[in-house]
């Protein structure tokens, strides 16, 4: 079973700022570009950030300009910094290694709710 653990998840006002963490195994660390992904009720899980062996990240046009993606490579720890959320940020956060298809297996994710 895929080792994927994510954190950090919360209620948050509009214009606020959570900061997500995933600690996963070291073979997918190590081995494939990263991603995170959310998903809200009733939508498809999307990608919406990407980062390499390198630590390069893109962005979906969604989140571009307010969140960051970085890891720590002696932690097996992807991150995920949210500034300036907004209520349609809502959703169920999941990191997970980038693959197409998407993986089979993925962990609990982490809940993000942006209200007022």
């Not at 994927?4 to 997500?20: A, I, N, Y």
């Not at 062996?53 to 970085?70: D, E, L, M, N």
Request: with cysteine.
């Amino acid at each position: 079973q895929v080792h994927l653990v994510e954190s950090g998840g919360g209620l948050v006002q509009p214009g606020g700022s959570l900061r997500l963490s995933c600690v996963t195994s070291r073979d997918i660390f190590s081995t494939y570009v990263m991603a995170w992904y959310r998903q809200s009720p009733g939508k498809k899980r999307e990608v919406i950030a990407t980062i390499t062996g390198g630590g390069y990240g893109t962005y979906a046009p969604a989140v571009k300009g307010r969140f960051t993606i970085s890891k720590d490579d002696t932690e097996n720890t992807v991150y995920l910094q949210m500034d300036n959320l907004k209520v349609e940020d809502t959703a169920r956060y999941y990191c997970n290694k980038r693959t197409t298809p998407d993986p089979e297996d993925w962990g609990q994710g982490t809940q993000v709710t942006v209200s007022a």
